[in-house]
T-cell receptor, first 115, second 112 residues
Framework: EAQVTQNPRYLITVTGKKLTVTCSQN?????MSWYRQDPGLGLRQIYY???????DKGDVPEGYKVSRKEKRNFPLILESPSPNQTSLYFC??????????????FGPGTRLTVT | KQEVTQIPAALSVPEGENLVLNCSFT??????LQWFRQDPGKGLTSLLL?????REQTSGRLNASLDKSSGRSTLYIAASQPGDSATYLC???????????FGKGTLLTVNP
């Protein structure tokens, strides 16, 4: 089954404790992206990646890191989480050929609480 | 900076009604526009994608139009059903970058 998986689905952690949220897709998609969703603010893009070793900032990259060492994986790293990073996080992927973009497939989400 | 606005924020209709959801964006230099559906506690599902060179896309009871010059898109849902109840989001991809900017969504409730 074609899908985007995220782990963990739920996470409660404390301020300053480094964490990684994994994202994996099995569709051989070039484009992958991370979003956070907050009440009243909607979905905002954190980082995106056009392919292996190619990443760029979205609208809210502060406090986050990403890496794209393999095509299928795009982990989101919070080096020192803070309470304002409490949010619902989504990973997404899509095919990408030249400048032709396609529909994005979203993972089920990771609900992160930082106390 | 691109801004995407969706009106109305919430909409409640009786079953069977045809309805229109609106999306506007401030920077017309977009590469494409997508409409998504989000069910409570779930991820997003892509409904329709319109490339900037296209005017509309159709899928079943859904029809999305795009007027890039005026910065507007509409999602038309025909013969609405209770199963259509969800939040509908539109998103635009930047013309000079690959960023995706979302609107805050329209919460649709279709009453039996």
């Amino acid at each position: 089954e074609a899908q985007v998986t995220q782990n963990p689905r739920y996470l409660i952690t404390v301020t300053g404790k480094k964490l990684t949220v994994t994202c994996s897709q099995n569709m051989n998609h070039e484009y992958m992206s991370w979003y956070r969703q907050d009440p009243g603010l909607g979905l905002r893009q954190i980082y995106y990646s056009m392919n292996v070793e190619v990443t760029d900032k979205g609208d809210v990259p502060e406090g986050y890191k990403v890496s794209r060492k393999e095509k299928r994986n795009f982990p989101l790293i919070l080096e020192s989480p803070s309470p304002n990073q409490t949010s619902l996080y989504f990973c997404a992927s899509s095919p990408w050929e030249g400048r032709t973009s396609y529909e994005q497939y979203f993972g089920p989400g990771t609900r992160l609480t930082v106390t | 900076k691109q801004e995407v606005t969706q009106i109305p924020a919430a909409l409640s209709v009786p079953e069977g009604e045809n309805l229109v959801l609106n999306c506007s964006f401030t920077d017309s230099a977009i590469y494409n526009l997508q409409w998504f559906r989000q069910d409570p506690g779930k991820g997003l599902t892509s409904l329709l994608l319109i490339q900037s060179s296209q005017r509309e896309q159709t899928s079943g009871r859904l029809n999305a139009s795009l007027d890039k010059s005026s910065g507007r898109s509409t999602l038309y849902i025909a013969a609405s059903q209770p199963g259509d109840s969800a939040t509908y989001l539109c998103a635009v991809e930047g013309g000079s970058n690959y960023k995706l900017t979302f609107g805050k969504g329209t919460l649709l409730t279709v009453n039996p």
